[in-house]
């Protein structure tokens, strides 16, 4: 049998509303504002028989379940001491994590993201 070259990362993507306020001396962040977040969960696997490394229904359905539903139209203040890009997407890391993902990163804006590799 051939040896396979390289690594599949499969992701799924996910949206999220919430609203939070940083603690930044003189930031405009510190008022209350919101965010139409975006999450982008990577996994990896071994490539099965069927020629699929995970099932993006499956995936997508525990995202939904673990992450988006505990954040969605929440002040995130009020489930972080911190609510930071950094730490909120380490917390879906670890939501995530018994379904081995591999890394994850979290759109506050199109224009800025954090990944988190555990």
Aim: aromatic fraction near 10%.
């Amino acid at each position: 049998m051939k040896r396979e070259r390289g690594e599949f990362l499969v992701t799924v993507t996910g949206r999220f509303d919430a609203a939070h306020r940083l603690r930044l001396a003189g930031a405009p962040c510190e008022r209350l504002h919101g965010h139409g977040w975006r999450i982008e969960a990577s996994f990896t696997g071994p490539l099965g028989a069927d020629g699929i490394v995970r099932d993006f229904v499956a995936l997508e359905r525990e995202l939904e379940e673990r992450v988006i539903s505990a954040l969605d139209h929440r002040d995130l203040n009020e489930l972080f001491e911190k609510p930071t890009t950094e730490l909120i997407a380490r917390w879906i890391w670890d939501r995530l994590a018994p379904l081995g993902v591999a890394e994850v990163k979290l759109w506050e804006t199109p224009n800025y993201s954090v990944t988190y590799r555990g």
